[in-house]
């Protein structure tokens, strides 16, 4: 019986290089993180997750979660974009409270610059209420949101829910229907 004779390749390895994260314009491109890849294209559309009191240095900013995305390489630098704005599921349970209705909504909005995001707002009230009033809560958050969101583009969106502009004038709107404990928006990604 013949023997075959194995041919060894010499294993070729791409040298690696860390790669700089830094965050969107909105945030003055602060560093979020670095990465080690051998081929930038590799780095393309990778997420990072960074803590809001990191960006801002504002430590009531610890329960929001800011998730970048990486659109652009130069120079060995990793540009960023922002995606979705997420409430900690901690800070949620902690607001939520017996004897009352938590409200929730899920729906897709479209920009002005006709980009769509997904926004799933929640609403606390005072009281336990009757389903009536909570079916007019939720039409009037769906709403007021829908109304908000075509006026302003993706990064205003971003910025004045990070500010809770968007939240304040959700809660004045629905005050007048039944008193409320706590307005947030728990989820808002880009589509």
Known sequence: MARKEIIKK???KKKRKWYKILGSQEFNNPEIGETLSSDPNLILKKTTQVY????TNDPKN???????SVNKIENDIAYS?????????AFIRRVVRRDRNKIDDSFIAETKDNLKVR?????MTKNQTKGI???????????????????????????????????????????????????????????
């Open 52 to 55: 809001l009191n990191t960006l």
């Open 133 to 191: 009033i909570v079916t007019k809560i939720r039409k009037e958050i769906r709403d007021n949101l829908l109304k908000n969101i075509k006026t302003l583009d993706l990064k205003e969106l971003f910025m004045n829910t990070i500010n809770h502009s968007l939240q304040n004038s959700l809660r004045e709107s629905i005050k007048k229907i039944y008193p409320i404990a706590s307005c947030e928006v728990r989820i808002l990604e880009k589509l």
């Open 10 to 12: 010499p294993l070729i």
């Open 81 to 89: 974009e922002l995606i979705r704005y997420e409430l900690v599921q």
């Open 119 to 123: 926004i799933k707002p929640i609403v």
């Open 62 to 68: 610890q329960n929001i979660k800011i998730i970048f």
